[in-house]
């Protein structure tokens, strides 16, 4: 067997396992914790200080309330951002070092995205005072809050359940 034939022989099974990863992926369901809902609350409450980490936590957060519809259970999900991650959130981005920058990017839309998909996200007061970061710097998708402590400790009252990102 050549080379080029060799190489299009991988690339042909790489591709055939890519896409039966995903064939499975999306066949796999939650019905065993899903049982019986119709609905169901979470608050993520992430303690993230690196950017890419950050924006992948995110799309992991709108795979969950996309997987939880296509399931049939509305979702109510709350992101409580706390720590140094919140200096990702602020409109001039001042600060960022330029390796960042496109993770920052990445870490904003990713917000937008689940504000349009009705995901409401806050960013902790405490910690926007320690980054030295203005509430009113903050992106317009994200809402200070006094306390993401507070905040999350009032979520579970009502019901929703802690997902702890750390």
Not at 160 to 166: A, G, N, S
Request: include cysteine; aromatic fraction near 4%; charged fraction near 20%.
């Amino acid at each position: 067997m050549t080379t080029n034939r060799v190489v299009a022989a991988v690339a042909a099974l790489i591709a055939l396992f890519s896409c039966a990863g995903l064939v499975q992926a999306a066949t796999l369901k939650d019905t065993a914790a899903l049982k019986g809902l119709n609905s169901a609350k979470g608050v993520f409450m992430l303690d993230v200080d690196n950017p890419g980490r950050m924006d992948h936590v995110l799309k992991v957060v709108e795979k969950t309330g996309e997987g939880m519809r296509a399931q049939g259970v509305t979702p109510h999900i709350v992101v409580v951002i706390i720590g140094r991650g919140v200096a990702f959130l602020t409109k001039d981005r001042r600060g960022i070092p330029y390796t960042d920058e496109r993770a920052v990017a990445n870490v904003q839309s990713d917000i937008h995205k689940l504000s349009k998909m009705g995901i409401r996200s806050e960013a902790c007061g405490v910690a926007l005072k320690g980054m030295a970061v203005d509430p009113s710097d903050v992106i317009d998708d994200v809402h200070p809050v006094g306390n993401g402590f507070i905040s999350a400790i009032g979520y579970q009252a009502q019901g929703y359940q802690l997902v702890p990102v750390y």
